[in-house]
């Protein structure tokens, strides 16, 4: 007497591939990267301005474009930066990567409080403007 074991068949998971777990991973990257900017934005707002820092803002979609993520308010005019964004605290290999760039990068990880991203920022603005004040004063302005 065979019984009729009716065997369950039991939902198959499949694991997912190569291309959409790099996909996955790049989404994640970028609201990481796009949480970074906001904090230098909101840095700079929440502590309010410096005599010669009045703010920040977020590049347009053209000038992100460009590799352009925030561009700092000043009194020589707005400084675009480039914000680098890790889970992490290594940034050797983006270091290396972007030590060509004429844009300043700005790496932030997500440990960072507003005080200090704007320390960070600031001190990377200051030498900018100095220089812009030094071309300046060669031109007679």
């Known amino acids: 007497m065979g019984r009729n074991r009716r065997r369950s068949k039991k939902r198959r998971?499949?694991?997912p591939s190569r291309g959409e777990l790099l996909h996955k991973s790049g989404l994640i990257g970028q609201k990481i990267g796009r949480a970074g900017e906001v904090r230098v934005v909101k840095a700079f707002?929440?502590?309010?301005?410096?005599?010669?820092?009045?703010?920040?803002r977020h590049a347009t979609d053209k000038e992100d474009a460009e590799?352009?993520?925030?561009f700092v308010k000043t009194d020589v005019g707005?400084?675009?930066i480039q914000i680098k964004t890790s889970v992490l605290k290594d940034f050797t290999a983006l270091r290396e990567q972007y030590a060509?760039?004429?844009?300043p990068i700005i790496h932030i990880s997500l440990y960072e409080s507003d005080d200090e991203i704007r320390e960070m920022v600031?001190?990377?603005?200051?030498?900018?403007?100095?220089?812009?004040?030094?071309?300046?004063?060669?031109?007679?302005?």
Do not use: H, M, S, Y
């Not at 707002?45 to 920040?56: E, H, M, N």
């Not at 590799?67 to 925030?70: A, K, L, Q, R, S």
């Not at 060509?100 to 844009?103: A, D, F, L, T, V």
């Open 67 to 70: 590799g352009i993520d925030v």
């Open 13 to 15: 998971q499949t694991e």
């Open 78 to 80: 707005e400084i675009p």
């Open 45 to 56: 707002r929440a502590l309010g301005p410096l005599p010669w820092i009045f703010g920040a």
């Open 100 to 103: 060509q760039r004429k844009i």
């Open 122 to 141: 600031v001190q990377v603005i200051q030498l900018i403007r100095q220089e812009i004040l030094n071309k300046n004063v060669g031109r007679g302005q």
